[in-house]
């Protein structure tokens, strides 16, 4: 790129160009399905909670008052969703409408958004057995997200109420701790968004946040049975998918992306870094860092390999880490930059703006329909592509929202 940050930020318009486009007006307001043809969605993962936030994104890097037009009109068709949603979880429920709304009240001081935030609030709360939410106890649909999206929005009592389950249900391994992720699961997922790893992010954060010393030394404890799983040597830093791996005709026994592999793992000892100050972490960092780079992403080597643009488990996911990387200090964005580029060559670009499709391999066709939301579709790569633009023209590059599970960089 000539001008990486011009070549980035026009990318990112025309992401939002399209996705703004997908948006359909209702009376309660701005709603999103995750496709075309689909259901309407609220949620944070590939509905419009997940919209929002790139929509607040856009609003500050480009000081157009018709995306923050749009995010409130997006905050009131959620906040209308609220009665009919029935699962609690960060990413696929009521805490990840609540932090959307909490994340529109805060940008565009919108009191029916943050009073509906505690609404939704109350929901999970009241929906709370004593120990979980629903069969999931992981980061995206369980406990660990719940806890950090209720301590995003400032509920600490809610967010220490959802991790403490974890002090009495983790099971002793050799060399550490390690959680059922789904009762019933033979399986034992080890990354951030359904294993150890996003748990000990919760951990680690409400005990943190709480002065509660023994979450910390729970997270530990967690953190030390993956390590010790790590199968890419004292340089790099690559551990299994799930032991015993989980539907093996299906799943990849390794990943490298946020959700199952060390792009992800990478922030969480990023949070680690925050919570203790320990160098150990720094070097953890900069293992995963090698071993993404190394990987041979994002070039599509195999059927499988690397088949998503996306925030989630795609390229965006590992623009957001290498974004981080440059602001905490720790590199440049030479790699950030063949992130970039990959993604404008992997967009559908033309009257209606831009979008991405992804791939999967064992369909015919393999491209599947583009999507608007945060994890698989344009909220969540344009809101990459607009820090990126800030991050090359050093201007601030901290997010207007702040995923809980990517620890904020000026924390560092």
Same mark, same amino acid.
């Given at each position: 790129?000539?001008?990486?940050a ?12 399209w996705l ?13 399905? /995750?496709?075309?043809g ?7 993962y590939?509905? #419009?909670?997940g919209?929002a936030?790139?929509?607040?994104e ?18 009131s068709?959620i906040?209308?969703?609220i /009665? ?8 696929? #429920?009521?805490?990840?409408?609540a ?7 805060a ?6 958004a ?15 057995d004593?120990t979980r939410?629903?069969s999931?106890?992981?980061l ?5 997200g ?5 301590l995003?929005c400032g509920?600490?009592?809610l967010?220490?109420?959802a991790?403490?389950?974890y002090?009495r ?8 701790v390690q959680?059922?992720?789904r009762?019933?699961e033979?399986s034992?997922l080890?990354?951030?968004s359904?294993?150890?790893?996003g748990?000990v992010a ?11 010393q ?13 390590v ?11 551990v ?7 539907v ?8 490298y ?5 060390p ?6 000892f ?14 953890l ?12 992403l ?5 059927p ?8 989630c488990? #795609? ?37 209606d703006g ?6 999967e391999?064992r369909k015919?066709?393999?491209?599947l ?23 090359v023209?050093g201007?601030?590059?901290?997010y ?6 990517q ?6």
């Amino acid at each position: 790129m000539s001008d990486p940050a011009a070549a980035a930020e026009s990318l990112a318009f025309d992401g939002l160009r399209w996705l703004l486009a997908e948006g359909t007006p209702s009376d309660a307001g701005l709603t999103w399905s /995750p496709a075309r043809g689909e259901d309407v969605d609220p949620t944070l993962y590939q509905g #419009g909670g997940g919209v929002a936030l790139a929509l607040l994104e856009a609003y500050r890097h480009f000081k157009d008052e018709s995306y923050a037009h749009a995010a409130r009109s997006t905050g009131s068709s959620i906040a209308a969703a609220i /009665p009919s949603v029935d699962h609690a979880s960060l990413y696929f #429920g009521l805490t990840g409408i609540a932090l959307a709304l909490c994340a529109i009240d805060a940008t565009l001081d919108d009191a029916p958004a943050r009073a509906a935030a505690t609404k939704a609030l109350t929901l999970v709360r009241s929906q709370f057995d004593g120990t979980r939410w629903n069969s999931d106890f992981e980061l995206l649909a369980g406990n660990a997200g719940i806890a950090l999206g209720a301590l995003a929005c400032g509920d600490v009592e809610l967010a220490l109420l959802a991790v403490m389950p974890y002090v009495r249900t983790a099971e002793v391994t050799d060399h550490g701790v390690q959680w059922e992720d789904r009762v019933g699961e033979v399986s034992r997922l080890h990354h951030i968004s359904h294993g150890t790893l996003g748990i000990v992010a919760a951990l680690a954060a409400v005990g943190k946040a709480t002065d509660h010393q023994e979450l910390i030394e729970l997270a530990l404890g967690g953190i030390a049975d993956v390590v010790s799983r790590n199968e890419a040597g004292p340089s790099g830093f690559l551990v299994p998918h799930s032991d015993p791996q989980y539907v093996p005709d299906r799943t990849p026994r390794y990943s490298y992306g946020w959700c199952h592999g060390p792009a992800g793992d990478a922030q969480v000892f990023r949070r680690l870094e925050q919570v203790t100050g320990d160098a150990t972490w720094t070097d953890l960092v900069e293992r995963c860092w090698s071993t993404v780079v190394n990987s041979g992403l994002p070039q599509r080597t195999e059927p499988g390999f690397w088949d998503n643009n996306g925030r989630c488990c #795609g390229t965006a996911g590992v623009l957001a880490l290498a974004c981080d990387r440059a602001e905490e200090g720790r590199g440049d964005l030479r790699f950030a930059e063949e992130l970039v580029d990959d993604l404008g060559a992997r967009a559908t670009r033309d009257a209606d703006g831009a979008r991405w499709s992804n791939v999967e391999y064992r369909k015919a066709p393999s491209e599947l329909t583009p999507e608007v939301g945060w994890a698989q579709g344009n909220a969540g790569i344009v809101r990459e592509l607009l820090r990126f633009t800030r991050c090359v023209r050093g201007e601030d590059a901290s997010y207007v929202v702040t995923v809980p599970d990517q620890p904020d960089t000026r924390a560092t």
